[in-house]
């Protein structure tokens, strides 16, 4: 099969995946802007950049700046804890909302219903970190549009990390609230329950560990019920590193980004990014080569270095060009394998040998980046599966937070490497995945495999 992938025709997964995010920060700029940025960006940028150029700039312009600024430097979205408020109509979610960010984010009523769509805002929360704090409708909302909202806050509870149920104190746990709480459990999503408008009551409720009496109108526990929040972040964090644990102190990580068309201009992309701060942060050494200057890196080396990592796209060259006894693996196994989705991934990949004429694949992207026209998702994916299995496949495709409802009917799902998108929404996939029966792998999974070197690329981590 690795004739069949040559570099240009070859997959740009690494390289697709953050458009969204390339799309986003450029959206609002000028030429102008975005080359003085690149310009100034190493020495405290935005004085410099007023001070020296005043009548060149606009005040949008500025504001602008700020905005990409901030967003160049923030810790990405799908690294920050995401912490869901839900709840009854009218139970203080949005005032509590506001009295842990210290700001108004949300509007506030005696009106029920006064929040109709979720309302996220990327924040520094001590002590809690780079957080999302997300306001949601009331969960016990009625009517056409009511059961809209509910859907649309269940939607939220998959892409949160941890839940804040908030309960009124003088009225106790209703029904919609048990609800809620079941849901948060089914989803093994760690929870706080706050029962709001203590104030009301003339002596607090006895609370369990996770549970807290707050007056948000008051600011009454509001920095406790932080605290509260804070002991789940902490206890999560155990996750998997990228690649650090695979690495001692002074190893050598040989990174191989190929720098094609379809590649952001002047940065490299999210997960390129990640990896590199991962190995920093292991005290291991980082080599950043293309694939042609790879030979040449390899041999410069005076000690060998303890793993290749490349992008999916240059697979069959980097492969040709490591000796066998480098491990070599790829940014987007690295990931699948971060997100708890590599075990799985392999299996699905190998069920590729079993497909049959009629079988129906969902491809599912993360992000909704802007299609290039030989798209990895909807043009490379299906024409390499079809060659590979010389069957009749049919494809549907999803992207962005969709996901679709009912996934029985598909004898695989693939994945992209999910780079846009928190653990638990991937964690939440994979469990409805699982519970149709059906099987997913990851574009980066399937394409070594394809290209007959999925052993190689996992093996290093046992598999
Ligand atoms: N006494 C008291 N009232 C509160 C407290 N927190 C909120 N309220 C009041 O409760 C009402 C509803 O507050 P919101 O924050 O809008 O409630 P919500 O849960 O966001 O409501 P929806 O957006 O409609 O779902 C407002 O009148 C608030 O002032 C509190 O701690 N004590
Ligand atoms: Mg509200």
Same mark, same amino acid.
């Given at each position: 099969m690795r004739e069949d992938f040559s570099p240009s025709s070859a997959p740009d997964m690494e390289s697709t995946e953050e458009e969204e995010s390339t799309n986003y920060t450029n959206r609002e700029l000028s030429p102008l802007s975005l080359h003085s940025f690149q310009f100034v960006q190493f020495v405290d940028p935005l004085p410099l950049l007023i001070d020296s150029f005043p009548a060149l700039l606009r005040q949008k312009d500025i504001g602008n700046m700020k905005t990409v600024m901030s967003d160049m430097n923030s810790t990405p979205s799908s690294k920050r804890i995401h912490i869901g408020f839900f709840g009854r109509r009218n139970a203080g979610k949005s005032t509590l909302v506001n009295a842990v960010a210290g700001q108004e984010l949300s509007v506030v009523s005696d009106v029920k219903g006064t929040t109709t769509d979720p309302v996220r805002k990327a924040m520094e929360l001590l002590p809690l970190g780079s957080v999302v704090i997300i306001d949601t409708p009331g969960f016990d909302d009625e009517g056409t549009l009511g059961e809209l909202r509910v859907k649309r806050t269940l939607k939220v509870l998959s892409e949160c990390d941890i839940a804040v149920l908030v309960a009124e104190a003088d009225t106790g746990l209703t029904s919609a609230d048990n609800e809620l709480l079941a849901l948060f459990k089914k989803r093994d999503l760690p929870f706080v329950v706050a029962y709001n408008k203590s104030d009301l009551l003339s002596a607090l409720l006895t609370t369990a560990a996770n549970e807290i009496c707050v007056s948000a109108l008051h600011g009454n526990n509001i920095h406790e019920l932080k605290e509260l929040v804070g002991n789940l972040v902490k206890a999560d964090d155990g996750k998997l590193r990228l690649v650090g644990d695979l690495l001692k102190p002074a190893d050598i990580a040989v990174l191989v980004v190929p720098i094609d068309k379809a590649a952001p201009k002047g940065r490299l992309i999210l997960p390129q990014q990640q990896t590199i701060r991962d190995i920093l942060e292991a005290d291991a050494m980082c080599v950043v080569t293309k694939e042609y200057e790879l030979r040449e890196t390899l041999a410069s080396l005076a000690k060998k270095p303890a793993i290749v990592i490349t992008d999916s796209q240059v697979f069959a060259k980097v492969a040709a060009d490591t000796p066998q006894d480098i491990p070599l693996t790829s940014f987007s196994i690295l990931f699948a394998r971060q997100k708890g989705l590599l075990f799985d991934s392999v299996q699905g990949a190998k069920s590729i040998d079993s497909l049959k004429d009629g079988d129906k694949i969902l491809i599912s992207e993360g992000c909704t980046h802007h299609r290039q026209c030989d798209d990895i998702g909807t043009v490379k994916i299906p024409r390499w599966l079809r060659e590979y299995t010389k069957k009749d496949l049919t494809f549907d495709f999803t992207s962005g937070g969709d996901f679709a409802e009912?996934? /029985?009917?598909? /004898?695989l799902i693939v994945h992209c490497g999910g780079c846009m998108l928190t653990d638990r929404i991937l964690k939440n996939r994979l469990n409805c995945v699982k519970d149709a029966g059906a099987k997913i792998t990851n574009y980066g999974v399937l394409i070594a495999y394809m290209q007959g070197i999925l052993e190689r690329c996992v093996k290093v981590f046992g598999l």
């Open positions: 009912n996934l /029985s009917g598909y /004898s």
